[in-house]
């Protein structure tokens, strides 16, 4: 950018004394600009920003308002900054920001990361040597009308048969019946999976569930959706034991994503859907 004015975007916070020169050298981010790490100047190390340095007239109020309504700019904009927090994820220890974060520039960029400092440090601490993993459960799609129970007689008489109107409400009947089944599957899925989770996770965040474009049909309907911090070293015991708490459960879906970056625990406990699970680890 020769001599357009710009803006300091930022990926992330990174732990103290981070080893990036090397990772960061060609690594490229949004809008295919270069990545640098800003860090304040001091005999103290701290936490720093990992930073790109983009057009302002690119990244202004009213031009990303339009832009975050085309699906297409989004997508690449997330994957980059996506890729620069999984190459940081390689090095360090990593506290992701949201996407299109960004300052002025980086003097008040500079500002905002010895204002947070201590905040900052102590997040990279809780965050350090664990990852995010999600888990879904999901209310499988009904199956058509369960046949005539093996066993029952049959019958071929004229009054054998209901009438369509008749037919129609005893097949509703049974698919609320069925659907009604599943839900309490799924919450008894809900609570053995809290219960796994809690031996295993230090923290977990509990998001609304997934709904409408967000959701495949074939999946079912999503009743949970929630997110755990696991420490690295008990993150295939974590998944061992959510595998088997999700088995026979009969109308019920359960998903384990990951390992991902943190994002669901960036943020400081000041919200009260992120807890410590009853028996976590300190």
Excluded: C
């Excluded at 054998?160 to 799924?186: F, I, N």
């Amino acid at each position: 950018m020769t001599g357009e004015p710009s803006v300091t975007y930022v990926y992330a916070v990174v732990a103290p004394a981070a080893r990036l020169d090397g990772p960061l050298a060609d690594l490229r981010g949004v809008g295919d600009a270069q990545v640098a790490l800003l860090s304040p100047a001091g005999p103290v190390d701290g936490p720093a920003f990992v930073i790109s340095r983009v057009p302002a007239a690119r990244w202004t109020e009213d031009v990303l308002r339009s832009r975050f309504e085309d699906l297409a700019w989004l997508e690449e904009t997330a994957r980059a900054h996506h890729h620069v927090i999984q190459v940081l994820m390689e090095h360090t220890s990593v506290l992701p920001l949201r996407l299109a974060t960004l300052y002025q520039d980086d003097e008040r960029a500079l500002a905002a990361l010895r204002e947070e400092q201590d905040a900052f440090a102590a997040r990279l601490a809780l965050l350090a040597h664990h990852t995010e993993y999600g888990v879904k459960i999901y209310v499988v799609p009904e199956a058509e009308a369960p046949d005539a129970p093996s066993g029952a007689p049959a019958r071929t008489d004229a009054l054998a048969a209901p009438s369509p109107g008749k037919a129609y409400l005893q097949a509703r009947r049974a698919q609320r019946h069925a659907r009604e089944e599943h839900h309490l599957q799924a919450g008894r899925a809900a609570d053995l999976i809290a219960a796994a989770a809690a031996r295993y996770a230090t923290r977990t965040v509990r998001h609304p569930p997934q709904a409408g474009p967000l959701t495949r049909r074939e999946n079912g309907e999503n009743v949970l959706n929630d997110s755990y911090l696991v420490p690295d070293d008990r993150a295939e015991d974590f998944r061992a034991a959510l595998r088997q708490a999700g088995r026979d459960l009969p109308g019920i879906r359960v998903e384990v994503t990951g390992p991902w970056a943190p994002y669901s625990f960036a943020t400081p406990p000041d919200r009260p859907t992120e807890t410590d699970p009853p028996g976590a680890r300190p």
